[in-house]
């Protein structure tokens, strides 16, 4: 079953439906805007790194310079992204959020939603933290809902929300900007318990591993400067001398 719905129009009306390789390289200037400001513009090296990063991407996707060049020169008439100058090299920022005609909080949701794929109002408020700081879900399920009600006349509706999966705590959300969205394929990719997608997961996980290596370093360096021993090791020992017997 597919969605029936008007494709989201830009402010000068022309049609907007982004191929899945556009909405990864918006989204992503729109991400390291945020993130590494220091860094930003991007050139196209840098954005591509970006693109292909394997955290916090939904799916994960190997694009070509040539590949992302072309995606820019798609999205530069469409206002969506600008070329700015006084560099060696040329770098590139987004316009998303006038190129569409959208609040900060709205593009940080769609942003999202293009690099991490559907994804709870919870899933979403967590994400965002270094985008944007919500003060609760429900203000993100305003704005989802905001936008899924989004008037034709302001460009049609940017986000719907998808059919519980079965099993699933919580409905997910999906972004429109690429199209019509296949209610049956979105809500069967739901997780059983409702929660983060696969690469949010990973993230987490490989985040937790190295603080958890960090707070080892830590303990051992003040058992030593201490003179005591570590935490388990006098049980080890112990049993290290049983299996010598």
């Not at 993130?35 to 790194?49: C, G």
């Not at 409905?171 to 929660?195: I, K, M, N, Y």
């Amino acid at each position: 079953m597919t969605l029936t719905t008007t494709l989201p129009l830009l402010p000068s009306g022309t049609p907007l439906n982004l191929s899945p390789t556009e909405a990864r390289v918006l989204a992503t200037l729109m991400e390291k805007a945020r993130t590494v400001p220091d860094s930003y513009p991007l050139s196209l090296n840098t954005l591509m790194l970006g693109c292909n990063q394997k955290s916090s991407r939904e799916p994960l996707m190997n694009l070509t310079e040539a590949e992302i060049a072309t995606a820019l020169d798609t999205l530069l008439p469409m206002n969506l992204v600008r070329e700015t100058s006084g560099s060696r090299v040329a770098r590139y920022e987004h316009n998303f959020q006038r190129g569409v005609g959208v609040p900060e909080q709205s593009a940080v949701l769609l942003g999202l939603l293009m690099l991490r794929g559907p994804q709870t109002a919870g899933e979403l408020r967590l994400n965002a933290e270094r985008w944007y700081r919500f003060a609760d879900i429900s203000s993100v399920e305003g704005f989802l809902e905001e936008l899924q009600d989004r008037s034709i006349e302001k460009g049609g509706a940017l986000t719907v929300k998808l059919p519980r999966a079965h099993g699933a705590r919580e409905q997910r959300w999906a972004h429109l900007l690429c199209g019509p969205v296949d209610l049956e394929t979105a809500a069967s990719g739901s997780t059983a318990t409702g929660g983060a997608a696969p690469g949010a997961l990973a993230e987490r996980v490989s985040q937790l591993e190295s603080e958890l290596a960090a707070l080892k370093l830590t303990v051992r360096a003040l058992c030593d400067e201490l003179g005591v021993s570590q935490p388990g090791q006098n049980e080890a020992n112990d049993r290290a001398k049983k299996q010598d017997i």
